[in-house]
T-cell receptor, first 113, second 113 residues
Framework: DADVTQTPRNRITKTGKRIMLECSQT?????MYWYRQDPGLGLRLIYY???????NKGEISDGYSVSRQAQAKFSLSLESAIPNQTALYFC????????????FGPGTRLTVL | GQQLNQSPQSMFIQEGEDVSMNCTSS?????WLWYKQDPGEGPVLLIA?????ELTSNGRLTAQFGITRKDSFLNISASIPSDVGIYFC?????????????FGQGTILTVHP
């Protein structure tokens, strides 16, 4: 089984709808991250959490919110989706310290019409 | 914010050729990582570099952490069709921010049989 899972894998929604993307991990890592990927722009950090009680904004947090329900779960919400939020979204995890290595989920492809 | 430039943006090569890509930053970093993203998948770590001047190999892949700590390159020797994908460099600052990375824009590699 995959160590980092994301649901759904694909989602098509309409402008103005509230959307939640979920991430679960079995790696036992404290640190979790949400990125979006757009062609030519690489991976940009939306939010990150270094433990259950810690939430931090990343480079592009406007229009997004997150919830760290448990060590293993980190969800990303779009309160009112807009078309320019159409992108590929990735969740990632890393250990507490001593390494920068991140482990990525398979991604969620979101289309906002 | 931190600036990270990755080049080239894309490469079209013949099977068997060698490949080289690089990343440069405007700031000094403690860690350079190289990831590969296969189509429809999340990025997977290829090589991690933690010391200035470090040269590390992983099969046909070789990466180096520049002496100035502001750049890194990745070489792929004798390319094969399964090398196709997007290659990302990423840099980390370490310390209390272990795990928080900044990614390059990616290099799209196409290998013709």
């Amino acid at each position: 089984d995959a160590d980092v899972t994301q649901t759904p894998r694909n989602r098509i929604t309409k402008t103005g709808k509230r959307i939640m993307l979920e991430c679960s991990q079995t790696k036992g890592h404290d640190r979790m991250y949400w990125y979006r990927q757009d062609p030519g722009l690489g991976l940009r950090l939306i939010y990150y959490s270094f433990d259950v009680k810690d939430i931090n904004k990343g480079e592009i947090s406007d229009g997004y919110s997150v919830s760290r329900q448990a060590q293993a779960k980190f969800s990303l919400s779009l309160e009112s989706a807009i078309p320019n939020q159409t992108a590929l979204y990735f969740c990632a995890t890393s250990q507490t310290a001593g390494t920068d290595t991140q482990y990525f989920g398979p991604g969620t492809r979101l289309t906002v019409l | 914010g931190q600036q990270l430039n990755q080049s080239p943006q894309s490469m079209f090569i013949q099977e068997g050729e060698d490949v080289s890509m690089n990343c440069t930053s405007s700031s000094i970093f403690n860690t350079w990582l190289w990831y590969k993203q296969d189509p429809g998948e999340g990025p997977v770590l290829l090589i991690a570099l933690y010391k200035a001047g470090e040269l590390t190999s992983n099969g046909r892949l070789t990466a180096q952490f520049g002496i100035t700590r502001k750049d890194s390159f990745l070489n792929i020797s004798a390319s094969i069709p399964s090398d196709v994908g997007i290659y990302f460099c990423a840099m980390g600052t370490g310390g209390t921010s272990y795990g928080k990375l900044t990614f390059g824009q990616g290099t799209i590699l196409t290998v013709h049989p």
